[in-house]
C-alpha cells in the first residue's frame, strides 16, 4: 500500500539522518584543545637584548636588559618585577655569601653579583626558582656594564 510504502521510507530517512548525523559529529567535533598553560614566568628573548656597553646610564642600562621584568630594584623607574628577588644587594648580599649553601667563587659583594648575573646556577637565591633568570648575560653585558650594575646594586639596602 502506498501509505505503508511511505511510512517504511520516512523511517529509513530518519534513521539514515540520525546515522548520518552522529558519524558527522564525531568525525566534524574539533580536537580537544591543547592544555594552554600561560607562562609562569616571562621568557626573554636573547636576540631581542641589545650589547650593553656600560656607557649607558645606569637606568638604561637595567631597562634595556630586562632586569626590571623580572626584579624589583629601587631607584630604577618602572623596576617592580615580582619573579626574582628585590635587589637589594648592600642587605641581601652579605647574607648569601654567609650562607653554608653558598659554592661560588665571590669574596665581596660586587664579586657576588657579577657571578650572580653570568652564572645564575651556582647558587640559587633561597625561596626562588632555578633556570629561570637568562642564562646568556654573560654574552650581552660588557665588564664594564656589569661593574656599573654591581656598582650601584651593591649600595642598595632593603627599605630602600
Ligand atoms: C626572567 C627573569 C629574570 C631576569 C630577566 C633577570 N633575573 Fe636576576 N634573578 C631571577 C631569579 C628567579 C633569581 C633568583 C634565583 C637565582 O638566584 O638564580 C635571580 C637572581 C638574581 C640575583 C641574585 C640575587 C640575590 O639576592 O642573591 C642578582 C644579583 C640578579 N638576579 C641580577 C639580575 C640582573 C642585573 C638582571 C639584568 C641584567 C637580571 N637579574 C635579570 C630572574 C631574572
Known amino acids: 500500500m502506498a501509505g505503508r510504502d511511505l511510512d517504511?521510507?520516512?523511517?529509513?530517512?530518519?534513521?539514515?539522518?540520525?546515522?548520518?548525523?552522529g558519524v558527522t559529529y564525531t568525525t566534524l567535533k574539533p580536537a580537544p584543545e591543547?592544555?594552554?598553560?600561560?607562562?609562569?614566568?616571562?621568557?626573554l628573548d636573547p636576540t631581542m637584548i641589545p650589547l650593553a656597553t656600560g656607557e649607558e646610564p645606569i637606568d638604561?642600562?637595567?631597562?634595556?636588559s630586562g632586569c626590571p621584568v623580572c626584579h624589583a630594584i629601587p631607584g630604577i623607574r618602572g623596576a617592580d618585577g615580582r619573579v626574582g628577588p628585590k635587589l637589594v644587594l648592600g642587605t641581601t648580599g652579605p647574607r648569601q655569601l654567609a650562607d653554608p649553601r653558598y659554592r661560588g667563587q665571590a669574596k665581596t659583594?660586587?664579586?657576588?653579583?657579577?657571578?650572580?648575573?653570568?652564572n645564575p646556577g651556582i647558587y640559587v637565591a633561597s625561596g626562588y626558582p632555578d633556570q629561570?633568570?637568562?642564562?646568556?648575560?654573560?654574552?650581552?653585558?660588557?665588564?664594564?656594564?656589569?661593574?656599573?650594575?654591581?656598582?650601584?646594586?651593591?649600595?642598595?639596602?632593603?627599605?630602600?
Open 109 to 118: 659583594v660586587r664579586e657576588y653579583i657579577i657571578e650572580s648575573v653570568i
Open 8 to 21: 517504511e521510507r520516512a523511517w529509513t530517512f530518519l534513521i539514515a539522518g540520525i546515522i548520518l548525523l
Open 34 to 43: 591543547p592544555p594552554s598553560v600561560p607562562p609562569i614566568v616571562p621568557q
Open 60 to 64: 638604561v642600562l637595567f631597562i634595556k
Open 132 to 160: 629561570v633568570m637568562p642564562r646568556w648575560y654573560g654574552q650581552k653585558l660588557s665588564a664594564g656594564a656589569l661593574e656599573k650594575m654591581a656598582g650601584y646594586l651593591e649600595t642598595l639596602q632593603e627599605g630602600s
